[in-house]
């Protein structure tokens, strides 16, 4: 099955300060999806990427996926302690069809 | 419902007891997930339902683990004989479609968090 990546494992800055998580597949995907979890809690949906190249932004937080659609990026700008948690990179397609396989997460903090 | 719901949130169990833990999908979603987290680690596929049926089952840890969905709607993980490596919060999904050519957003549960003891 395919493997996905995430880079950092954990992650402390300061609030104020920018920040990316990377998400790496072993193959190319049909969609890439994150999601951030506070302790305790299910998932919250960010963002799907579908097509190679595609950006999207929604308020702070911005998202890429590279052409081959295999690698991706969430980029936080001036970060604030609101955005701390777990942030995970889930993928679709090839012989994950079906169902989406998560990397292992990144543990975000942000101290004010 | 508005969301997905998962019940119990939590459930305290002796090893050697079975277990069921439920999913209530929001209405009118085809597709059904079912993962496991255990501490530190990410999420891990167990299975996934289209409709009633499963055509993915891969990720069940052992034939002590099994699911069933009944009128396309709500689900129940059953895990007989628990073990202690079993605690873990489970957690369910579900989207309009599964994923693949047709991509879709996945919504999930709360989870439910299990402890053998």
């Known amino acids: 099955s395919q493997e996905l ?8 800055v300061q609030e104020g300060k920018n920040l990316t998580i990377n998400c ?13 979890q506070k302790y305790g809690e299910g998932l919250i949906f960010l963002m799907m990427l579908q ?16 052409e081959k659609k295999q690698q991706s990026s969430l980029h936080i700008t001036a970060s604030q302690p609101s955005h701390a948690g777990i942030y995970l990179c889930g993928g679709a397609g090839g012989t994950s069809y079906g169902k989406l396989t998560f990397g292992q997460g990144t543990i975000l903090t942000v101290h004010p | 419902g508005a969301g997905v719901s998962q019940s119990p949130s939590n459930k305290v169990t002796e090893k ?11 209405s009118g979603h085809t597709a059904l ?18 409709g009633n049926s499963a055509p993915d ?3 069940l840890p052992s034939d002590r683990f099994s ?8 689900s129940t993980l059953t895990i007989q004989r628990t073990q202690q490596e ?3 919060v489970y957690l369910c999904a579900s989207s309009l479609a599964i994923f693949g050519g047709r991509n879709t957003e996945a919504f999930f549960g709360q989870g439910t968090r299990l402890t053998v003891v």
């Open chain 1, 5 to 12: 990546e995430q880079s950092p494992q954990s992650l402390i």
């Open chain 1, 24 to 36: 790496t597949s072993s193959k190319t995907l049909y969609g890439l999806y994150w999601y951030k």
């Open chain 1, 51 to 66: 097509k190679g190249g595609e950006e999207k932004s929604h308020e702070k937080i911005t998202a890429k996926l590279d």
């Open chain 2, 16 to 26: 050697g007891k079975d277990v069921e833990l439920r999913c209530d999908p929001i």
């Open chain 2, 33 to 50: 997930y079912w993962y496991r987290q255990s501490l530190g680690q990410g999420l891990e596929f167990l299975i996934y339902f289209q």
């Open chain 2, 57 to 59: 089952k891969s990720g």
């Open chain 2, 67 to 74: 699911a069933e969905r009944t009128g396309g709607s709500v």
């Open chain 2, 86 to 88: 079993d605690s873990a």
